[in-house]
Structure formats: structure tokens, C-alpha cells
């Protein structure tokens, strides 16, 4: 598997705390995305990153916010955690702006009660 | 905007027979195209990719087929085991979206 590690892999929160997940990669590749994956719905890109302290919104980033202020790292946070954001999140690597050449971690389930 | 979509959300087919999981996509200037395999509780992971100038492509126990005239990829995968049900995504090169995925089951 390529090197990425999602952390934590598993948490419940209540509606309104802040909550932030952590990709850590070492493949220093170049861009690194974050999805949310529902039923029904597939993989939807949040925001992806294409390189250190440069961000940008994908299809469903209301209510999320990213920084990335190491190759390594890709954080992703919920300023305000609601009950809609209760998903399962995935970070993805590549090498290119292609993200169909993604490598993806093994996922957090989120669960906002 | 242009996206990915594929044609069922399900299929089951018995063990040892071939499946074919279809995709079709509208932006005409991709180059390159991917099948991922999702597996219950796991991240996406890369089965096999296509360039736009190619037709075929063959893996181990995999095929994936291009067709640039209706925009139709397929993902034909031989003799399916047990170890093949798994959600299967189709992406292309130009885009940062993923279909809802086809659910593979196979039954023994």
C-alpha cells in the first residue's frame, strides 16, 4: 500500500465541537485530496491540496476547511461538526493533478451525534 | 459539468462465470481512464488503467475496454471469485469526481 495513514480511524462527536482529520503520507507526492463517501452518493471531493499552503474547494466543501502546511500533511476540519456530516472520509495522494492516479488511505467513519 | 456515471448500481453473478461492470463518461478530451476496487471497510485501490489511444487492456484476470465513439468503458473480469465482490469505481484523468460505484456480489 502506498504511505498514507488516516487518523483517527474511527470517532463519534457531538453536533457543534470541532473536529479535525489527519492524512499523513510518505510519498511526498504533490496534491492530496479529501472525499466523503455516503450511500449512494460515491466518493465527493471536500478540497484537495496541490502542494504546501495552496488549497482549493472541491464539489462539497461547506462547513470544512483544509491546511496543509507540509508536504506530508493534509488536515481536514469541521469547525463546527453537524449531524449531515456523519461520513466516512478518505484522503487520496497522487503524483499529478490527475487525481484518477490517486492512491487513497483506508478511510475515517465519522459518526456526529 | 462533465462527470463520470456508470449504467447499474448492482450485479450479482455466480462464481467462476466472467462480469462485466460498465461505465460511461461525456468529457471527450479525457486521456486516461481508471478502475478502482473497493472493498467493505477499505479504501479505493487502483485495479487497472487505459489511455484514450488504446482500445484493450488486459490484466490479470481483468480486461478493461474503450470505446471513444459512445464513451463507454467496461471492466470485464474472468472467472470471478468470492475474493471480487467489491464496490468498482470508474475515473477519468480530467476529473475529481467518481460515479456512486457498481456493487459486485458473487454468489459460490
Known amino acids: 500500500d502506498a504511505g498514507i495513514t488516516q487518523s483517527p480511524r474511527h470517532k463519534v462527536t457531538e453536533t457543534g465541537t470541532p473536529v479535525t482529520l489527519r492524512c499523513h503520507q510518505t510519498e511526498n507526492h504533490r496534491y492530496m485530496y479529501w472525499y466523503r463517501q455516503d450511500p449512494g452518493h460515491g466518493l465527493r471531493l471536500i478540497h484537495y491540496?496541490?502542494?504546501?499552503?495552496?488549497?482549493d474547494k472541491g464539489e462539497v466543501s461547506d462547513g470544512y476547511s483544509v491546511s496543509r502546511s507540509k508536504t506530508e500533511d493534509f488536515l481536514l476540519t469541521l469547525e463546527s461538526a453537524t449531524s449531515s456530516q456523519t461520513s466516512v472520509y478518505f484522503c487520496a495522494i497522487s503524483e499529478s493533478n490527475r487525481v484518477a492516479e490517486a492512491f487513497f488511505g483506508q478511510g475515517t467513519r465519522l459518526t456526529v451525534v | 459539468g462533465e462527470s463520470v456515471g456508470l449504467h447499474l448500481p448492482t450485479l450479482s453473478v455466480q462464481e467462476g462465470d466472467n462480469s462485466i461492470i460498465n461505465c460511461a463518461y461525456s468529457n471527450s478530451a479525457s486521456d486516461y481512464f481508471i478502475w478502482y476496487k473497493q472493498e467493505s471497510g477499505k479504501g479505493p485501490q487502483f485495479i487497472i488503467d487505459?489511455?484514450?489511444?488504446?482500445d484493450k487492456r488486459q490484466g490479470q484476470r481483468v480486461t478493461v475496454l474503450l470505446n471513444k465513439t459512445v464513451k463507454h468503458l467496461s471492466l470485464q473480469i474472468a472467472a470471478t471469485q468470492p475474493g471480487d465482490s467489491a464496490v468498482y469505481f470508474c475515473a477519468e484523468s480530467n476529473d475529481m469526481r467518481f460515479g456512486a460505484g457498481t456493487r459486485l456480489t458473487v454468489k459460490p
Open positions: 487505459i489511455r484514450s489511444n488504446m
Open positions: 491540496s496541490y502542494g504546501v499552503k495552496d488549497t
